[in-house]
Protein backbone atom coordinates (compact mmCIF):
# COMPACT_ATOMS: atom_id res chain seq x y z
CA UNK A 1 0.00 0.00 0.00
CA UNK A 2 1.09 2.89 -0.88
CA UNK A 3 -0.83 5.68 1.18
CA UNK A 4 -2.13 5.49 4.70
CA UNK A 5 -5.51 7.14 5.35
CA UNK A 6 -5.71 8.53 8.69
CA UNK A 7 -9.21 10.62 8.54
CA UNK A 8 -11.46 11.55 6.08
CA UNK A 9 -9.67 13.67 3.45
CA UNK A 10 -6.40 13.22 4.68
CA UNK A 11 -4.22 10.89 2.80
CA UNK A 12 -0.16 10.91 4.18
CA UNK A 13 2.52 9.28 2.28
CA UNK A 14 4.11 6.04 3.17
CA UNK A 15 6.98 6.32 0.81
CA UNK A 16 10.57 7.73 2.31
CA UNK A 17 11.94 10.30 1.04
CA UNK A 18 15.80 9.14 -0.13
CA UNK A 19 18.30 11.66 1.74
CA UNK A 20 21.85 12.54 1.57
CA UNK A 21 24.61 14.80 2.36
CA UNK A 22 26.65 15.65 -0.86
CA UNK A 23 29.14 18.15 -2.17
CA UNK A 24 27.16 19.56 -5.17
CA UNK A 25 28.98 21.40 -8.02
CA UNK A 26 26.81 23.50 -10.36
CA UNK A 27 28.93 24.90 -13.65
CA UNK A 28 27.05 27.02 -16.70
CA UNK A 29 29.58 28.88 -19.72
CA UNK A 30 29.68 32.70 -18.84
CA UNK A 31 27.92 34.16 -22.23
CA UNK A 32 26.36 31.44 -23.24
CA UNK A 33 23.68 33.31 -25.32
CA UNK A 34 26.27 35.65 -26.91
CA UNK A 35 28.47 33.55 -28.09
CA UNK A 36 25.54 30.88 -29.29
CA UNK A 37 24.27 33.95 -31.22
CA UNK A 38 27.77 34.91 -32.87
CA UNK A 39 28.87 31.43 -33.67
CA UNK A 40 25.84 28.14 -32.88
CA UNK A 41 27.70 25.28 -34.39
CA UNK A 42 30.89 25.91 -33.36
CA UNK A 43 30.32 26.86 -30.10
CA UNK A 44 28.32 23.76 -29.53
CA UNK A 45 31.08 21.68 -31.42
CA UNK A 46 33.54 23.43 -28.88
CA UNK A 47 31.76 22.52 -25.67
CA UNK A 48 31.02 19.15 -26.55
CA UNK A 49 35.47 18.71 -27.07
CA UNK A 50 35.93 20.28 -23.78
CA UNK A 51 33.18 18.44 -21.81
CA UNK A 52 35.10 14.79 -23.62
CA UNK A 53 38.22 16.07 -23.22
CA UNK A 54 38.79 17.90 -20.32
CA UNK A 55 34.99 18.20 -17.81
CA UNK A 56 33.52 14.73 -18.10
CA UNK A 57 36.96 13.34 -16.99
CA UNK A 58 37.62 15.51 -14.64
CA UNK A 59 34.40 14.79 -12.28
CA UNK A 60 34.76 10.56 -13.06
CA UNK A 61 38.67 10.83 -11.73
CA UNK A 62 37.58 13.00 -8.77
CA UNK A 63 34.60 9.90 -8.18
CA UNK A 64 32.32 12.52 -8.90
CA UNK A 65 28.71 12.16 -10.75
CA UNK A 66 27.31 13.64 -13.36
CA UNK A 67 23.47 14.19 -12.35
CA UNK A 68 22.38 16.05 -15.73
CA UNK A 69 22.99 18.13 -18.03
CA UNK A 70 21.40 21.56 -19.56
CA UNK A 71 22.45 23.46 -22.26
CA UNK A 72 25.59 24.81 -21.02
CA UNK A 73 25.40 23.87 -17.84
CA UNK A 74 26.43 20.80 -16.05
CA UNK A 75 24.93 19.63 -11.94
CA UNK A 76 27.49 17.02 -10.45
CA UNK A 77 27.52 15.28 -7.03
CA UNK A 78 30.42 14.40 -5.24
CA UNK A 79 31.02 12.48 -1.60
CA UNK A 80 33.35 14.99 -0.85
CA UNK A 81 34.04 18.68 -0.55
CA UNK A 82 37.69 17.99 -1.32
CA UNK A 83 37.06 16.42 -4.27
CA UNK A 84 34.55 18.76 -5.58
CA UNK A 85 37.05 21.21 -5.05
CA UNK A 86 40.35 19.34 -6.92
CA UNK A 87 38.04 18.93 -9.74
CA UNK A 88 37.01 22.17 -9.95
CA UNK A 89 40.05 24.12 -9.66
CA UNK A 90 41.38 21.08 -12.17
CA UNK A 91 38.44 22.26 -14.99
CA UNK A 92 39.38 25.90 -14.42
CA UNK A 93 42.80 25.58 -15.17
CA UNK A 94 42.74 22.70 -18.03
CA UNK A 95 40.01 25.93 -19.67
CA UNK A 96 42.51 28.62 -18.99
CA UNK A 97 45.15 26.62 -20.94
CA UNK A 98 42.90 25.78 -23.54
CA UNK A 99 41.81 29.38 -24.21
CA UNK A 100 45.51 30.64 -24.01
CA UNK A 101 45.40 31.43 -28.26
CA UNK A 102 41.60 32.25 -28.32
CA UNK A 103 40.54 35.51 -28.58
CA UNK A 104 38.57 36.84 -25.54
CA UNK A 105 34.95 37.29 -27.52
CA UNK A 106 35.82 33.58 -28.64
CA UNK A 107 36.51 31.96 -25.22
CA UNK A 108 34.13 29.71 -23.48
CA UNK A 109 34.74 30.15 -19.71
CA UNK A 110 33.23 28.44 -17.21
CA UNK A 111 31.79 29.66 -13.91
CA UNK A 112 31.69 27.42 -11.08
CA UNK A 113 29.40 26.71 -7.80
CA UNK A 114 29.97 24.32 -5.27
CA UNK A 115 27.50 23.80 -1.78
CA UNK A 116 27.98 20.80 1.19
CA UNK A 117 24.08 20.15 2.08
CA UNK A 118 21.35 17.86 2.27
CA UNK A 119 19.79 16.64 -1.37
CA UNK A 120 16.85 14.14 -2.43
CA UNK A 121 17.36 12.07 -4.76
CA UNK A 122 14.72 10.86 -6.97
CA UNK A 123 15.03 8.21 -10.53
CA UNK A 124 18.89 9.60 -10.41
CA UNK A 125 17.64 13.36 -10.14
CA UNK A 126 18.85 15.60 -7.52
CA UNK A 127 16.65 18.58 -5.39
CA UNK A 128 16.64 20.15 -2.75
CA UNK A 129 18.25 23.41 -1.12
CA UNK A 130 21.79 21.80 -1.56
CA UNK A 131 20.84 22.06 -5.33
CA UNK A 132 19.54 25.30 -5.26
CA UNK A 133 22.40 27.45 -3.11
CA UNK A 134 24.70 25.81 -5.76
CA UNK A 135 23.32 26.95 -8.18
CA UNK A 136 23.26 30.64 -6.75
CA UNK A 137 26.68 30.29 -6.19
CA UNK A 138 27.81 29.60 -9.57
CA UNK A 139 25.48 32.68 -10.44
CA UNK A 140 28.11 34.78 -8.59
CA UNK A 141 31.12 33.66 -9.74
CA UNK A 142 33.26 35.29 -12.09
CA UNK A 143 34.26 33.47 -15.41
CA UNK A 144 36.99 31.32 -15.13
CA UNK A 145 36.30 31.14 -11.52
CA UNK A 146 35.21 28.90 -8.32
CA UNK A 147 32.85 30.40 -5.35
CA UNK A 148 32.17 27.56 -2.48
CA UNK A 149 29.62 28.08 0.39
CA UNK A 150 31.18 28.44 4.17
CA UNK A 151 29.62 24.95 4.90
CA UNK A 152 32.17 23.55 2.03
CA UNK A 153 35.04 25.65 2.74
CA UNK A 154 34.70 24.17 6.52
CA UNK A 155 35.49 20.98 5.31
CA UNK A 156 38.22 21.93 2.70
CA UNK A 157 40.40 24.13 4.25
CA UNK A 158 43.34 22.42 6.14
CA UNK A 159 42.53 19.37 3.98
CA UNK A 160 44.53 20.98 0.36
CA UNK A 161 46.57 23.72 -0.38
CA UNK A 162 43.79 25.74 -1.79
CA UNK A 163 43.81 29.90 -0.86
CA UNK A 164 40.24 31.15 0.02
CA UNK A 165 39.34 35.01 -0.51
CA UNK A 166 36.45 35.71 1.71
CA UNK A 167 33.55 37.55 -0.03
CA UNK A 168 31.76 38.08 3.11
CA UNK A 169 27.65 37.32 3.55
CA UNK A 170 26.43 37.51 0.25
CA UNK A 171 22.45 37.52 -0.57
CA UNK A 172 21.79 34.66 -3.11
CA UNK A 173 18.43 34.56 -5.24
CA UNK A 174 15.57 33.03 -3.69
CA UNK A 175 17.76 31.70 -0.38
CA UNK A 176 16.03 33.27 2.63
CA UNK A 177 19.32 34.24 4.49
CA UNK A 178 22.63 35.70 3.68
CA UNK A 179 25.25 33.38 3.64
CA UNK A 180 28.86 33.75 3.98
CA UNK A 181 30.79 33.08 0.66
CA UNK A 182 34.19 32.04 -0.40
CA UNK A 183 36.12 32.50 -3.65
CA UNK A 184 38.62 30.14 -4.75
CA UNK A 185 41.74 31.59 -5.60
CA UNK A 186 42.78 29.68 -8.54
CA UNK A 187 46.58 29.32 -8.79
CA UNK A 188 48.38 30.44 -11.91
CA UNK A 189 45.83 30.62 -14.01
CA UNK A 190 44.45 33.47 -16.37
CA UNK A 191 41.11 33.53 -16.26
CA UNK A 192 38.59 36.25 -18.02
CA UNK A 193 39.18 38.58 -14.97
CA UNK A 194 42.88 39.23 -15.48
CA UNK A 195 44.17 41.57 -18.17
CA UNK A 196 44.75 39.80 -21.76
CA UNK A 197 48.16 41.55 -24.08
CA UNK A 198 48.31 41.83 -27.66
CA UNK A 199 50.82 39.86 -28.82
CA UNK A 200 54.19 41.19 -30.87
CA UNK A 201 53.37 44.66 -29.52
CA UNK A 202 55.56 45.97 -26.73
CA UNK A 203 53.32 46.18 -23.98
CA UNK A 204 54.40 44.08 -21.13
CA UNK A 205 51.85 42.81 -18.99
CA UNK A 206 51.94 43.40 -15.03
CA UNK A 207 51.62 40.52 -12.86
CA UNK A 208 48.95 42.46 -10.92
CA UNK A 209 46.15 41.56 -12.18
CA UNK A 210 44.44 43.83 -8.97
CA UNK A 211 45.39 45.79 -6.10
CA UNK A 212 46.46 43.39 -3.78
CA UNK A 213 47.00 43.44 0.05
CA UNK A 214 46.89 40.76 2.88
CA UNK A 215 45.92 41.48 6.60
CA UNK A 216 48.43 39.92 8.95
CA UNK A 217 47.28 38.33 12.39
CA UNK A 218 47.64 41.35 14.99
CA UNK A 219 49.49 40.65 17.94
CA UNK A 220 47.91 40.44 21.08
CA UNK A 221 50.05 42.83 23.61
CA UNK A 222 47.69 42.16 26.51
CA UNK A 223 49.70 39.42 28.04
CA UNK A 224 45.86 38.09 28.38
CA UNK A 225 45.22 35.05 25.53
CA UNK A 226 41.75 34.62 26.73
CA UNK A 227 41.85 38.07 24.47
CA UNK A 228 43.18 35.90 21.42
CA UNK A 229 39.34 35.42 20.33
CA UNK A 230 38.78 39.64 20.26
CA UNK A 231 42.21 40.31 18.30
CA UNK A 232 41.62 37.60 15.76
CA UNK A 233 37.66 38.74 15.32
CA UNK A 234 39.13 41.88 14.54
CA UNK A 235 41.05 40.44 11.65
CA UNK A 236 38.24 38.84 10.09
CA UNK A 237 36.15 41.92 10.75
CA UNK A 238 38.88 43.83 8.58
CA UNK A 239 39.52 41.10 6.12
CA UNK A 240 35.55 40.94 5.72
CA UNK A 241 35.23 44.65 4.71
CA UNK A 242 37.89 45.06 2.48
CA UNK A 243 36.77 41.77 0.67
CA UNK A 244 33.47 43.93 -0.76
CA UNK A 245 36.22 46.05 -2.66
CA UNK A 246 35.81 43.63 -5.81
CA UNK A 247 38.55 45.25 -7.59
CA UNK A 248 40.98 44.38 -4.94
CA UNK A 249 42.33 40.86 -4.19
CA UNK A 250 42.41 40.04 -0.53
CA UNK A 251 44.06 36.63 1.09
CA UNK A 252 41.84 34.73 2.96
CA UNK A 253 41.81 34.75 6.40
CA UNK A 254 43.63 31.04 6.14
CA UNK A 255 46.48 31.99 4.73
CA UNK A 256 47.37 35.18 6.20
CA UNK A 257 47.15 34.01 9.64
CA UNK A 258 49.91 30.93 8.54
CA UNK A 259 51.81 33.48 10.09
CA UNK A 260 50.32 34.11 13.73
CA UNK A 261 52.36 34.18 16.49
CA UNK A 262 56.11 34.28 13.90
CA UNK A 263 58.46 37.00 13.61
CA UNK A 264 58.17 37.75 10.02
CA UNK A 265 59.97 40.19 6.69
CA UNK A 266 57.13 42.21 5.40
CA UNK A 267 59.03 41.52 1.71
CA UNK A 268 58.82 37.74 2.35
CA UNK A 269 55.62 37.86 3.21
CA UNK A 270 54.59 40.05 0.57
CA UNK A 271 57.03 37.30 -1.97
CA UNK A 272 54.95 34.53 -0.27
CA UNK A 273 51.69 35.61 -0.20
CA UNK A 274 52.10 37.19 -3.81
CA UNK A 275 50.71 40.73 -2.64
CA UNK A 276 51.80 44.51 -2.79
CA UNK A 277 50.57 45.82 0.41
CA UNK A 278 50.02 44.47 3.99
CA UNK A 279 48.42 45.39 7.30
CA UNK A 280 49.84 44.40 10.33
CA UNK A 281 48.59 45.92 14.13
CA UNK A 282 48.76 45.07 17.23
CA UNK A 283 45.55 44.93 20.21
CA UNK A 284 46.30 46.10 24.09
CA UNK A 285 43.77 45.57 26.95
CA UNK A 286 44.12 47.78 29.94
CA UNK A 287 41.64 49.13 32.83
CA UNK A 288 38.81 48.19 30.84
CA UNK A 289 39.59 50.26 27.53
CA UNK A 290 41.48 48.72 24.63
CA UNK A 291 44.12 50.11 22.14
CA UNK A 292 44.62 48.66 18.38
CA UNK A 293 47.32 50.10 15.93
CA UNK A 294 47.50 49.39 12.75
CA UNK A 295 50.48 50.13 9.94
CA UNK A 296 49.75 49.64 6.52
CA UNK A 297 53.27 48.65 4.75
CA UNK A 298 54.29 48.59 0.82
CA UNK A 299 55.76 44.92 0.78
CA UNK A 300 57.90 46.28 -2.13
CA UNK A 301 59.77 48.71 -0.88
CA UNK A 302 58.88 47.40 3.21
CA UNK A 303 58.12 51.60 3.64
CA UNK A 304 55.31 52.72 6.19
CA UNK A 305 52.20 53.93 4.43
CA UNK A 306 49.97 54.83 6.95
CA UNK A 307 49.67 54.06 10.48
CA UNK A 308 46.73 55.18 13.27
CA UNK A 309 45.31 53.71 16.80
CA UNK A 310 42.11 53.54 17.36
CA UNK A 311 40.93 53.13 21.31
CA UNK A 312 37.52 52.16 22.84
CA UNK A 313 35.54 50.61 25.94
CA UNK A 314 35.67 47.06 26.46
CA UNK A 315 31.82 47.28 27.75
CA UNK A 316 30.75 45.61 23.92
CA UNK A 317 33.83 44.24 22.43
CA UNK A 318 31.90 43.49 19.45
CA UNK A 319 30.73 46.64 18.41
CA UNK A 320 34.13 47.87 18.81
CA UNK A 321 35.27 45.44 16.77
CA UNK A 322 32.97 46.72 13.60
CA UNK A 323 33.98 50.28 14.32
CA UNK A 324 37.34 49.28 13.98
CA UNK A 325 37.13 47.12 10.73
CA UNK A 326 35.10 50.24 9.48
CA UNK A 327 37.65 52.76 10.38
CA UNK A 328 40.46 50.90 9.62
CA UNK A 329 38.93 49.80 5.37
CA UNK A 330 37.95 53.74 4.94
CA UNK A 331 41.55 54.85 5.90
CA UNK A 332 43.59 51.96 4.11
CA UNK A 333 40.84 52.65 1.05
CA UNK A 334 42.28 55.90 -0.19
CA UNK A 335 45.54 55.27 0.88
CA UNK A 336 46.33 52.32 -1.38
CA UNK A 337 44.52 53.80 -4.50
CA UNK A 338 46.37 56.77 -3.45
CA UNK A 339 49.78 54.71 -3.71
CA UNK A 340 48.25 52.45 -6.48
CA UNK A 341 48.30 55.58 -8.80
CA UNK A 342 51.91 57.20 -7.88
CA UNK A 343 53.70 53.61 -8.46
CA UNK A 344 52.19 53.73 -12.10
CA UNK A 345 52.94 57.13 -12.56
CA UNK A 346 56.54 56.16 -11.55
CA UNK A 347 56.45 53.37 -14.80
CA UNK A 348 58.49 53.74 -18.09
CA UNK A 349 55.53 54.40 -20.92
CA UNK A 350 57.01 51.25 -22.46
CA UNK A 351 56.24 49.00 -19.64
CA UNK A 352 52.29 49.69 -19.14
CA UNK A 353 49.81 47.52 -19.12
CA UNK A 354 45.60 47.59 -19.19
CA UNK A 355 45.89 47.95 -15.36
CA UNK A 356 48.80 50.85 -15.18
CA UNK A 357 46.50 52.64 -18.09
CA UNK A 358 43.93 52.46 -15.74
CA UNK A 359 45.66 54.07 -12.82
CA UNK A 360 47.08 56.61 -15.04
CA UNK A 361 43.86 57.50 -16.20
CA UNK A 362 42.25 57.44 -12.90
CA UNK A 363 45.09 60.54 -12.01
CA UNK A 364 43.45 62.60 -14.75
CA UNK A 365 40.34 61.85 -13.58
CA UNK A 366 40.58 63.22 -10.13
CA UNK A 367 41.57 66.72 -11.66
CA UNK A 368 38.21 67.52 -12.82
CA UNK A 369 39.34 69.83 -15.46
CA UNK A 370 38.32 69.53 -19.07
CA UNK A 371 41.88 68.84 -20.56
CA UNK A 372 42.48 66.28 -17.42
CA UNK A 373 38.74 64.45 -18.10
CA UNK A 374 39.80 64.22 -21.91
CA UNK A 375 43.25 62.80 -21.63
CA UNK A 376 41.56 60.39 -18.55
CA UNK A 377 39.24 59.57 -20.95
CA UNK A 378 42.36 58.73 -23.62
CA UNK A 379 43.62 56.19 -21.16
CA UNK A 380 40.68 54.20 -20.25
CA UNK A 381 39.93 53.65 -24.07
CA UNK A 382 43.74 52.91 -24.72
CA UNK A 383 43.00 50.45 -21.56
CA UNK A 384 40.22 48.49 -23.32
CA UNK A 385 41.92 48.03 -26.19
CA UNK A 386 44.76 46.17 -25.07
CA UNK A 387 41.46 44.45 -22.47
CA UNK A 388 38.39 44.82 -23.81
CA UNK A 389 37.15 43.09 -20.81
CA UNK A 390 38.57 45.64 -18.36
CA UNK A 391 35.47 46.34 -16.24
CA UNK A 392 37.03 49.12 -14.44
CA UNK A 393 38.22 50.81 -17.17
CA UNK A 394 34.68 50.59 -18.96
CA UNK A 395 33.63 51.90 -15.55
CA UNK A 396 35.75 55.12 -15.37
CA UNK A 397 35.58 55.88 -19.31
CA UNK A 398 31.70 56.19 -18.93
CA UNK A 399 32.49 58.35 -15.80
CA UNK A 400 35.04 60.57 -17.97
CA UNK A 401 31.44 60.99 -20.34
CA UNK A 402 29.01 61.75 -17.45
CA UNK A 403 31.54 64.54 -16.22
CA UNK A 404 31.95 66.28 -19.32
CA UNK A 405 27.84 66.37 -20.26
CA UNK A 406 27.63 67.36 -16.76
CA UNK A 407 29.91 70.27 -17.21
CA UNK A 408 28.86 71.20 -20.34
CA UNK A 409 31.97 69.99 -22.19
CA UNK A 410 30.14 67.27 -24.50
CA UNK A 411 29.66 67.81 -28.23
CA UNK A 412 26.82 65.64 -29.13
CA UNK A 413 25.08 65.01 -25.11
CA UNK A 414 22.79 62.61 -26.56
CA UNK A 415 24.62 60.29 -28.60
CA UNK A 416 27.59 60.33 -25.87
CA UNK A 417 25.53 59.72 -23.22
CA UNK A 418 24.42 56.05 -25.07
CA UNK A 419 27.89 55.54 -25.35
CA UNK A 420 28.27 55.81 -21.30
CA UNK A 421 25.55 53.40 -21.05
CA UNK A 422 27.20 50.98 -23.56
CA UNK A 423 30.36 51.15 -21.02
CA UNK A 424 27.98 50.55 -18.07
CA UNK A 425 26.47 47.15 -20.18
CA UNK A 426 30.38 46.26 -20.88
CA UNK A 427 31.48 46.47 -17.33
CA UNK A 428 28.09 44.99 -15.83
CA UNK A 429 28.59 42.24 -18.47
CA UNK A 430 31.47 41.14 -17.24
CA UNK A 431 30.79 41.75 -13.14
CA UNK A 432 27.23 42.75 -12.17
CA UNK A 433 28.15 42.38 -8.32
CA UNK A 434 30.55 44.96 -8.85
CA UNK A 435 29.27 47.87 -5.86
CA UNK A 436 30.78 50.58 -7.91
CA UNK A 437 29.90 50.02 -10.99
CA UNK A 438 26.20 49.18 -9.81
CA UNK A 439 26.35 52.97 -8.40
CA UNK A 440 27.60 54.21 -11.78
CA UNK A 441 24.73 52.88 -13.26
CA UNK A 442 22.56 53.93 -11.08
CA UNK A 443 23.67 57.37 -11.98
CA UNK A 444 23.41 57.04 -15.42
CA UNK A 445 20.08 55.15 -15.31
CA UNK A 446 18.74 58.22 -13.50
CA UNK A 447 19.63 60.80 -15.87
CA UNK A 448 17.95 58.79 -18.54
CA UNK A 449 14.64 59.17 -15.85
CA UNK A 450 14.33 55.45 -15.04
CA UNK A 451 13.82 56.47 -11.54
CA UNK A 452 12.91 53.71 -10.12
CA UNK A 453 15.55 51.13 -11.51
CA UNK A 454 18.30 53.91 -10.51
CA UNK A 455 17.31 54.21 -6.95
CA UNK A 456 17.22 49.78 -6.92
CA UNK A 457 20.75 49.79 -8.52
CA UNK A 458 22.02 52.32 -6.04
CA UNK A 459 20.67 50.79 -3.03
CA UNK A 460 22.09 47.31 -4.36
CA UNK A 461 25.27 48.72 -4.62
CA UNK A 462 25.64 49.79 -0.92
CA UNK A 463 23.77 46.63 0.24
CA UNK A 464 27.06 44.80 -1.44
CA UNK A 465 29.47 47.56 -0.26
CA UNK A 466 28.24 49.55 2.58
CA UNK A 467 31.83 50.49 2.55
CA UNK A 468 32.05 52.35 -0.83
CA UNK A 469 32.90 56.09 -0.55
CA UNK A 470 32.19 55.67 -4.61
CA UNK A 471 28.72 54.09 -3.64
CA UNK A 472 27.72 56.46 -1.32
CA UNK A 473 28.85 59.66 -3.26
CA UNK A 474 26.51 58.11 -6.37
CA UNK A 475 24.31 57.22 -4.30
CA UNK A 476 23.94 60.72 -3.17
CA UNK A 477 23.60 62.44 -6.62
CA UNK A 478 21.28 59.61 -7.79
CA UNK A 479 18.66 60.45 -5.07
CA UNK A 480 19.17 64.07 -5.36
CA UNK A 481 18.47 64.09 -9.62
CA UNK A 482 15.04 62.08 -8.48
CA UNK A 483 14.04 64.83 -5.98
CA UNK A 484 15.11 63.01 -2.72
CA UNK A 485 16.66 65.68 -1.31
CA UNK A 486 16.96 64.63 2.28
CA UNK A 487 18.12 61.43 1.17
CA UNK A 488 20.87 62.58 -1.16
CA UNK A 489 21.99 64.53 1.66
CA UNK A 490 22.58 61.28 4.23
CA UNK A 491 24.36 59.41 1.64
CA UNK A 492 26.56 62.62 1.37
CA UNK A 493 27.18 62.45 4.62
CA UNK A 494 28.05 58.74 4.44
CA UNK A 495 30.59 59.22 2.19
CA UNK A 496 32.90 61.36 3.61
CA UNK A 497 34.31 59.96 6.60
CA UNK A 498 34.58 56.94 4.04
CA UNK A 499 37.25 58.46 2.25
CA UNK A 500 38.11 62.08 3.95
CA UNK A 501 40.90 63.00 1.90
CA UNK A 502 39.23 61.79 -1.01
CA UNK A 503 40.09 63.99 -4.63
CA UNK A 504 36.50 63.84 -5.56
CA UNK A 505 35.38 65.32 -2.33
CA UNK A 506 34.38 68.46 -4.66
CA UNK A 507 31.63 66.12 -6.12
CA UNK A 508 30.20 65.12 -2.90
CA UNK A 509 30.18 68.51 -1.45
CA UNK A 510 28.58 69.88 -4.96
CA UNK A 511 26.16 67.29 -4.65
CA UNK A 512 25.37 68.38 -1.39
CA UNK A 513 24.74 72.12 -2.34
CA UNK A 514 22.06 71.13 -4.93
CA UNK A 515 20.29 68.76 -2.26
CA UNK A 516 20.51 71.97 0.45
CA UNK A 517 18.93 74.44 -2.43
CA UNK A 518 16.23 71.67 -3.07
CA UNK A 519 15.68 71.67 0.43
CA UNK A 520 15.87 75.80 0.77
CA UNK A 521 18.59 75.50 2.92
CA UNK A 522 20.54 77.84 1.09
CA UNK A 523 23.27 79.01 4.20
CA UNK A 524 24.23 75.73 4.28
CA UNK A 525 24.18 75.39 0.26
CA UNK A 526 26.74 78.20 0.58
CA UNK A 527 29.27 77.03 2.95
CA UNK A 528 29.79 73.15 1.34
CA UNK A 529 29.90 75.10 -1.84
CA UNK A 530 32.92 76.79 -0.83
CA UNK A 531 34.00 73.74 0.67
CA UNK A 532 33.79 72.59 -2.81
CA UNK A 533 35.90 75.37 -4.30
CA UNK A 534 38.64 74.77 -1.95
CA UNK A 535 39.17 71.67 -3.16
CA UNK A 536 38.61 72.32 -7.11
CA UNK A 537 37.74 75.67 -8.68
CA UNK A 538 37.47 74.19 -12.12
CA UNK A 539 34.43 72.00 -12.19
CA UNK A 540 31.59 74.69 -13.20
CA UNK A 541 28.78 73.05 -11.15
CA UNK A 542 30.25 74.31 -8.03
CA UNK A 543 29.40 77.96 -9.68
CA UNK A 544 25.95 77.13 -10.54
CA UNK A 545 25.11 76.32 -6.52
CA UNK A 546 26.97 79.15 -5.11
CA UNK A 547 25.57 81.52 -7.56
CA UNK A 548 22.37 80.04 -6.73
CA UNK A 549 22.09 79.71 -3.34
CA UNK A 550 23.92 83.58 -3.19
CA UNK A 551 20.90 84.74 -5.05
CA UNK A 552 18.05 83.25 -3.00
CA UNK A 553 19.94 84.77 0.21
CA UNK A 554 20.09 88.65 -1.53
CA UNK A 555 23.68 88.62 -1.54
CA UNK A 556 23.79 89.79 -5.25
CA UNK A 557 27.28 91.38 -6.04
CA UNK A 558 28.95 87.93 -4.22
CA UNK A 559 25.76 86.15 -6.52
CA UNK A 560 27.26 88.03 -9.82
CA UNK A 561 31.15 87.24 -8.76
CA UNK A 562 30.00 83.37 -9.18
CA UNK A 563 28.17 83.91 -12.29
CA UNK A 564 31.39 85.66 -13.91
CA UNK A 565 33.66 82.63 -12.77
CA UNK A 566 30.43 80.12 -14.25
CA UNK A 567 30.79 81.91 -17.60
CA UNK A 568 34.23 82.18 -18.09
CA UNK A 569 34.20 78.25 -17.49
CA UNK A 570 31.06 77.82 -19.86
CA UNK A 571 30.68 80.80 -21.84
CA UNK A 572 27.86 79.15 -23.91
CA UNK A 573 25.42 78.56 -20.81
CA UNK A 574 22.36 79.95 -21.09
CA UNK A 575 18.87 79.60 -18.77
CA UNK A 576 17.46 77.44 -21.40
CA UNK A 577 20.56 75.39 -21.58
CA UNK A 578 19.78 74.31 -18.01
CA UNK A 579 16.53 73.83 -18.06
CA UNK A 580 17.01 71.57 -21.51
CA UNK A 581 18.96 69.14 -19.29
CA UNK A 582 15.71 68.13 -18.04
CA UNK A 583 17.21 64.11 -17.57
CA UNK A 584 19.63 65.64 -15.12
CA UNK A 585 16.43 66.77 -13.14
CA UNK A 586 18.52 70.16 -11.96
CA UNK A 587 16.40 71.60 -9.39
CA UNK A 588 14.32 74.43 -9.78
CA UNK A 589 15.32 76.65 -7.24
CA UNK A 590 18.69 76.47 -8.86
CA UNK A 591 17.35 77.42 -12.01
CA UNK A 592 15.41 80.28 -10.49
CA UNK A 593 18.69 81.24 -8.79
CA UNK A 594 20.78 81.31 -11.58
CA UNK A 595 18.00 83.73 -13.09
CA UNK A 596 17.95 85.69 -10.04
CA UNK A 597 21.91 86.21 -10.30
CA UNK A 598 21.68 87.30 -14.08
CA UNK A 599 22.37 84.25 -16.13
CA UNK A 600 20.84 84.88 -19.67
CA UNK A 601 17.71 83.06 -20.55
Avoid at 252 to 267: E, L, Q
Amino acid sequence: MGVQSLEPGCVVSSERVERRLAAILAADVAGYSRLMGRDEEGTLAQLKSFRKALVDPAIAEHRGRIVKTTGDGILAEFASAVDAARCAIEVQRGMAEQNTSVPQELRIEFRIGIHLGDIIIDDNDIFGDGVNIAARLEGIAEPGGVCISDDAQRQIRGKVDIAFEDMGAQTLKNIPEPMRVWRIRVNNVVTSAMPTYPSGGNVEPHPREKCSIAVLPFQNLSGDPEQDYFTDGVVDDIITALSHFRYWFVIARNSSFTYKGRAVDIKQVGRELGVRYVLEGGVRKAAGKVRITCQLVDAASGLNLWADRFEGDLTDIFVLQDEVAVKVTSAVGPKVTRAEIEWAAQQAPRNLSAYDLHLRGVQHYFTGTPAGVAEALRLFYLALELDPRYGRAAVMAGSCIILNIGTGHSVDAKSEAQEAKRLLQLALSIDENDADTLALGGHITAWAGEFDTAIEMVDRSIALNPNSAVAWRLRGWTYQYVGQAEEAVRSFERSIPLSPLDPMLYSTFTGMALAFIRLQRFDEAVVVAEKALRKNQTYSPIYRCLAAALAHLGRDAEAKEALVRLLELEPDLRISGVEAKGGLRWPRLLVEGLHKAGLPE
